[in-house]
């Protein structure tokens, strides 16, 4: 892992994870909090891996979540 790409998305990701969209707060609230809470699975949210910031993360398992929320369909979206 690079990490100075690591050091520049840390800002980004920072400022993600105050402002989730619609469909992160979805997932978030209504699925992950009542799993993680029943079976102590711990998730990260905006989660930065190299050059990219995973949605949501779960180490035990190595599992990454990345949804396609509205905000790919806007114009000043980043890639």
């Not at 980004?12 to 009542?34: G, I």
Request: hydrophobic residues 35%; aromatic residues 18%; positive net charge.
């Amino acid at each position: 892992m690079d990490r100075i790409q690591y050091k520049e998305n840390v800002p980004f990701a920072k400022e993600l994870r105050k402002n989730m969209t619609k469909e992160e707060k979805h997932l978030w609230y209504d699925y992950l909090k009542p799993y993680r809470q029943t079976f102590g699975i711990a998730f990260t949210r905006q989660k930065v891996f190299g050059n990219y910031i995973l949605d949501f993360y779960c180490p035990k398992a190595k599992l990454a979540i990345e949804l396609d929320g509205s905000q790919h369909y806007e114009e000043d979206a980043l890639y």
